[in-house]
């Protein structure tokens, strides 16, 4: 009986010693992620580092990640560039980028202290920030692995992306123009009508750009009335129409608006041009009104030269901040 007490008493006091000890702490991160400056089209991500440790961080959905173990394993396989493809496309890398080894290439991954990028999102949707300490050779230096979730607000509406640069307050826009350039671009949409790019270009080096069509066999803009008209396919484009204008059009090659500057155009919907011709002489006179209801007065009196043959001032193209998709024009 005594031996089985002190078998007990004995096993008691394993386990008071036992409880005793210390367990190990849970690693801590030393990276922090903040997401700011949240909107329907991006989001603000700083990562930052309070060891010595190099740190790389992306952003992903939480469909890209859903195949692989963990964010290293997807940024490895998905985003990463291997030794083996530098090597494969070494000359290129130092051609365009001026990155001469691949040491130069895990410089570009191995962060430290602090990074902060203003990344572009589709709006309404949820994303992965990730971010995981590296040795120098690009491995994973702990398995721990920090992530933050954000979903990005609602997105502009269709008629904010389509006719964005353009003042919602109405504007009276006169276009007295000094010149005038024109393209041919022919039966670019159908057999129907022959398509003529035409640019007016004021004393500023505003423009005036129209995509104006003319009858079947046309070789030149001829005299007549030409009607502002919303198209939305290339069978719908016919004589004496201007194809009206917005940013899925514009970025196309397609469409009418006028610039005002770099960051401020109008896409013209309605209203209508007068051309006469007389031994070569061009008289352009009409109204135009654009999107939100500015007007566009024109005015010129001149040749119609063919671009290519001009050496003039050209018109500065308006910068877009987004692009947008589904539309059905396609003129090359």
């Known amino acids: 009986m005594k031996k089985y007490f002190f078998i007990a008493v004995a096993a008691v006091l394993g386990l008071a010693v036992a409880s005793c000890e210390k367990k190990p702490e849970a690693e801590v991160s030393p990276l922090k992620i903040e997401v700011s400056d949240i909107t329907g089209a991006g989001a603000t991500i700083t990562v930052s580092c309070s060891t010595t440790d190099y740190f790389y961080w992306e952003v992903a959905t939480p469909e890209d990640l859903a195949a692989y173990d963990n964010p290293y394993e997807y940024w490895v396989n998905e985003q990463m560039i291997t030794e083996e493809f530098y090597n494969e496309n070494a000359e290129a890398f130092a051609q365009k980028w001026g990155i001469e080894s691949y040491e130069d290439v895990k410089a570009m991954y191995l962060l430290q202290t602090e990074d902060e990028f203003e990344y ?38 269709e008629e904010e992306m389509y006719y964005q640069l353009e003042p919602t307050t109405p504007i009276t826009f006169n276009m007295n123009a000094l010149q005038a350039q024109y393209i041919a671009y022919g ?4 057999e129907n009508s022959v398509n003529f790019s035409v640019v007016l270009i ?9 995509d104006m069509n003319a009858a079947n066999g046309s070789e030149t803009l001829p005299a007549g009335t030409y009607e502002a008209a919303i198209v939305t396919s290339n069978e719908q484009v016919a004589p004496g129409q201007i194809i009206a204008g917005n940013i899925a059009l514009y970025q196309n090659g397609v469409g009418s608006y006028a610039v005002l500057s770099n960051s401020e155009a109008l896409w013209i919907e309605s209203g209508s041009l007068n051309v006469q011709v007389a031994d070569g002489v061009y008289t352009i006179t009409g109204t135009l009104t654009s999107h939100y209801g500015s007007t566009v007065n024109v005015s010129y009196t001149g040749a119609l030269v063919p671009q290519q043959q001009q050496a003039a001032k050209k018109v500065a193209k308006p910068i877009l901040p987004l692009s947008v998709k589904g539309h059905v024009f396609n003129r090359k």
């Open 120 to 157: 572009e999102l589709d709006p309404e949707t949820e994303y992965v920030v990730f971010a995981f300490r590296l040795n120098e050779d690009l491995t994973l230096k702990s398995t721990l692995i920090d992530t933050v979730h954000f979903t990005t607000l609602e997105g502009p509406s």
């Open 202 to 210: 004021n004393a500023e080096g505003q423009g005036l750009v129209l």
């Open 187 to 190: 039966n670019v949409f159908n």
